[in-house]
């Protein structure tokens, strides 16, 4: 099962950074932004990340929850949030849940290599809980200004 645009997004729970757990469900009444990189500490994943921190305000402004997800463990996530001051949780998809549900794992060409990894990818999720944006495939410049326009339209 995969989501859908126009759907609602089904009940999860994953661990997230600061000793929490996230669920969708209890972000109810505030839009999401759920965005997909594919590892801590990597310079593109660095850089997506370091923009979505440097408009949480506007973010916040929207009525709109940030959080980023990839498959590192927590403790990676700690060291990353840290690093580059996230005011936001990172989610620790240790198991692909959340990339099977969402359907952003993908082979890649890394050094002439196949790999199979996370495809950068965001989705906008409305207060009920429906899926309304997604952005799969991604290229970071202009994105996080794209997404912020979306969840203000919302």
């Known amino acids: ?26 972000c109810q ?13 990597t310079p593109g994943c660095t850089v997506e990340s370091m923009e979505f921190r440097d408009t949480i305000d506007e973010f ?11 498959r590192d463990n927590l403790k990676s996530h700690e060291n ?16 692909e849940t959340l990339c099977q549900l969402f359907g952003v794992m993908k082979m890649k060409n890394m050094y002439g290599k196949q790999v ?14 429906i899926l309304r944006h997604e952005w799969r495939g991604l290229k970071i410049p202009g994105h996080v200004q794209d ?6 339209a919302l």
Not at 85 to 95: G, M, N, S, V, Y
């Open 1 to 26: 099962m995969t989501v859908a645009l126009g759907k609602p997004i089904p009940y999860f729970e994953i661990p997230a950074t600061s000793g929490l757990v996230f669920t969708p469900t209890a």
């Open 29 to 41: 009444g505030r839009k999401i932004v759920m965005y997909f990189y594919p590892k801590d500490s």
């Open 60 to 70: 916040t402004k929207a009525n709109t929850l940030v959080v980023g997800i990839s």
């Open 80 to 95: 990353f949030k840290r690093k580059i001051e996230l005011p936001f949780e990172l989610l620790a998809d240790t198991e």
């Open 116 to 129: 199979r990894g996370i495809e950068r990818s965001t989705f906008l999720i409305d207060e009920q809980g």
């Open 147 to 152: 997404v912020l326009k979306a969840a203000i």
